[in-house]
Nanobody, 123 residues
Framework: VQLQASGGGLVQAGGSLRLSCAASGRTLSSYGMGWFRQAPGKEREFVAAIHWSGGGTYYADSVKGRFTISRGNAQNTGYLQMNSLRPEDTAVYYC?????????????????WGQGTLVTVSS
């Protein structure tokens, strides 16, 4: 599976962005998909994840109520809708896919990673 993340950019605080994660090579129908982010000087952290088959979702407390992870109608694209963005959301955002069902909040279980897309939120 190859993943391509896109949709990052510069936005003012309070604004919105939608990130996309396009998969090629195979569909994501039996996978879990996650979004992680890494700010300058910080470790990579979990943002959100979704079970592709059942649609169950998980969110970091810092983004709950502001971000929404979803699947596209085609089984090869996922999204992260980000609303009410804050300067502390500034980071490179990565999408990832895993064949495992449990533990979607842990980066270590993901088999495939996209290249990352930069989100910058100005105050």
């Amino acid at each position: 599976v190859q993943l391509q993340a896109s949709g990052g950019g510069l936005v003012q605080a309070g604004g919105s962005l939608r990130l996309s994660c396009a998969a090629s090579g195979r569909t994501l129908s039996s996978y879990g998909m996650g979004w992680f982010r890494q700010a300058p000087g910080k470790e990579r952290e979990f943002v959100a994840a979704i079970h592709w088959s059942g649609g169950g979702t998980y969110y970091a407390d810092s983004v709950k109520g502001r971000f929404t992870i979803s699947r596209g109608n085609a089984q090869n694209t996922g999204y992260l809708q980000m609303n009410s963005l804050r300067p502390e959301d500034t980071a490179v955002y990565y999408c990832a896919a895993t064949r495992y069902y449990n533990g979607l909040v842990r980066a270590s279980i993901y088999d495939y990673w996209g290249q990352g897309t930069l989100v910058t939120v100005s105050s």
